[in-house]
Nanobody, 116 residues
Framework: QVQLVESGGGLVQAGGSLRLSCVAS?????????MGWSRQAPGQQREMVASISRHGITTYSDSVKGRFTISRDNAKNTVYLQMNSLKPEDTAVYYCIADQRGQSNWGQGTQVTVSS
């Protein structure tokens, strides 16, 4: 089992930037493979935003490609999401995800609000 704690959400104006962080705690840290970020806006389906493998291979949704960057510090058991050129439609609760032995673990979520 993996415990995930997100931070870095908040209120920002359109065009601004935020960086989300997620620290993973587990007795078997080396068993964590893929990590990523998902988001859910009110009344909308959950969307996978970005993911990164243990070896640094990244994927992005089309809606954030070119604006968001996911990175990972394996020594600190932390995954980051740098969000630039934020838009009001990026407003959502952002969840950190960590896959361990085929099981997905989710954080509690952090709110990101982008004002126009």
């Amino acid at each position: 089992q993996v415990q995930l704690v997100e931070s870095g959400g908040g209120l920002v104006q359109a065009g601004g930037s935020l960086r989300l962080s997620c620290v993973a705690s587990t007795r078997s840290i080396f068993s964590i493979s893929e990590m990523g970020w998902s988001r859910q806006a009110p009344g909308q389906q959950r969307e996978m935003v970005a993911s990164i493998s243990r070896h640094g291979i990244t994927t992005y949704s089309d809606s954030v490609k070119g604006r968001f960057t996911i990175s990972r510090d394996n020594a600190k058991n932390t995954v980051y999401l740098q969000m630039n050129s934020l838009k009001p439609e990026d407003t959502a609760v952002y969840y950190c995800i960590a896959d361990q032995r085929g099981q997905s673990n989710w954080g509690q979520g952090t709110q990101v609000t982008v004002s126009s």
